[in-house]
């Protein structure tokens, strides 16, 4: 049976632009065609194909500048794993917004487009010498350090760059598990990242930085997890932070910002409620202040990490229907020319999406529909559970929204099919920010 009943009224409630996740140029023709940055879908699909990751850049210059506006007091950082390329790179240093970097790739980057070093933090829970050496030579702002070997990593190669003294946050496990999937839920007991504050890690690291003076240490970093729609949290990991905080301070130490690190979730669906941003802000500036004035200690500068919430309702991804199965009493198959190759969310955290027909309009009944690649894998899911109309045919085009996060990062070579370009839309206008891979691209990677 299936998995899910949808009522009509809740389906033309998924179908709505006005539903929170759509871009923010979104518009129908009377004809059903969708409009994407003032440009038709069809004429994106027709020009550049399909799969095709869009990118509406307005809808992503605007959220850059909301976040910049509503944590005008704290460091804003773009967390570049949701999605990250040349272009976006620019389009948050022209925002005012810092950059938050995993790896040498990303690091790679902002490199590429001369990124002000200042304005970078670098994470990683198991970065090489290789990449905090990159780090250091190009003078990032901040690293933050997830263990007590990275701390050896980073005091061995100190001595290499003359006169450097990194700026370093202390990545805290706060034992805060974050009403998430299991799989980004990042700041529990049982996790990888970061120095583990029950057990005193955190405390003997900070210590350690203090003590030994290779390294200066500015503060504490926490990262709870991802796709997290409520405060709740944030706010218990802020409160467990500042008490760590507090008891370095009244010893002397000067520890002048704490990072509450990203995860803000976002709408995919109409029943997704996130808290908006200027509100996230007044609650946390709010919970902070008065922790500080009960601790009887300084506020600290303030740092955030949105990424999904910035890149993710920028994009939509365009697929081509290639087969239609009719399952009696159970649903209806609609299989795409993509697949888990470009959007693995689904099969690896059990994301739900939402589908549009978006090249014409239809007056045919609603039908339960499952959205399904082109992969050899029964987990090659797309869209769980969703209606299109019942006269849905090979041809159609579909859109996906909410795609602008983690599906082109997360992107893969399954059953070796090429990864889709990402096409910006703006002003009427369409250009590739990132390539259409193809099968000579794979080819030349094989040594063989």
Known sequence: MPEKNLTTDRAADRLSLSSGIWPSTATENEKGAL???????KEIAERHGTPVYVFDEADFRGRCARYRRAFEDFDVYY???AFLSRATVRMAEEAGLSLDVCTGGELAFAKAVEFPAERILMHGNNKSTEELAAALDYGVGRIVVDSFAELDRLG????????????????????VRADTHAHIA????????????????????VRRVLSDGVLELRGLHSH???QILGTAGFEAAAKRLLELRAQFVREGAVLPELDLGGGFGIAYTPE?????????????????????????????????????????????????????????GIRTFVAVDGGMSDNVRTALYDATYSVRLAGRAS???LQLVRVVGKHCDAGDVVVRDDQLPSDVRPGDLLAVPGTGAYCRSLAHNYNQVPRPPVVAVADGTSREIVRRETIDDLLRLDMG
């Open 35 to 41: 409009t994407l940055g003032g440009i038709s879908v």
């Open 79 to 81: 967390a570049g794993k």
């Open 156 to 175: 061995e190669l100190v001595p290499r760059f003359p006169g450097a003294r990194p700026y370093v946050l202390l990545r805290v496990t706060v034992g």
């Open 186 to 205: 990042t700041a529990h007991e049982d996790q990888k990242f970061g120095f583990s504050l029950v057990s005193g890690e955190a405390a003997e690291a």
């Open 224 to 226: 709870i997890g991802s």
């Open 272 to 328: 997704d409620e996130p808290t908006e941003p200027e509100e996230m802000a007044d609650i946390l500036r709010t919970v902070v202040a008065k922790e500080c004035a009960a601790l009887g200690v300084d506020v600290p500068r303030l740092a955030i990490e949105p990424g999904r919430a910035i890149a993710g309702p920028s994009g939509v991804t365009l697929y081509t229907v290639g087969t239609v199965k009719h399952r009696e």
């Open 363 to 365: 007056n045919a009944p």
